[in-house]
């Protein structure tokens, strides 16, 4: 995290901006037992399905995603979040616009 965020109020949704085709990520918090980073996903832009071997979660701060989970879709919308499970597949999607998350991850139970 650099400097300039801590120890004041942020207002997430302005950290990060949009680009055009692309996916955009800002690393908040790195520490050994997890991290925090800010995502902004242009329309029709996503990640593919993978799983991680930690809890997840995904909350969102503009628009609304599509969330894929062990094969269930999940539209989550600003306002929401969801935990995504440890070795769960899952997989993002920017469908009906684009959309700004927090990913929380915790590497320890």
Do not use: C, R
Not at 2 to 17: A, C, H, V
Not at 56 to 73: K, Y
Request: aromatic share 6%; glycine share 8%; proline share 6%.
């Amino acid at each position: 995290m650099t400097m300039e965020l801590k120890g004041k109020p942020i207002e997430m949704e302005s950290l990060i901006e949009y680009q055009e085709g692309s996916v955009v990520s800002m690393e908040v918090i790195k520490k050994e037992l997890g991290t925090v980073t800010i995502f902004a996903f242009d329309k029709g832009q996503g990640l593919s399905e993978h799983s991680a071997p930690f809890d997840a979660m995904v909350q969102i701060i503009d628009g609304e995603a599509e969330i894929t989970l062990a094969g269930e879709p999940h539209t989550v919308k600003k306002g929401e979040f969801l935990i995504m499970p440890a070795n769960v597949p899952h997989a993002l999607q920017a469908v009906n616009g684009p959309y700004k998350m927090v990913l929380t991850m915790i590497k320890s139970d």
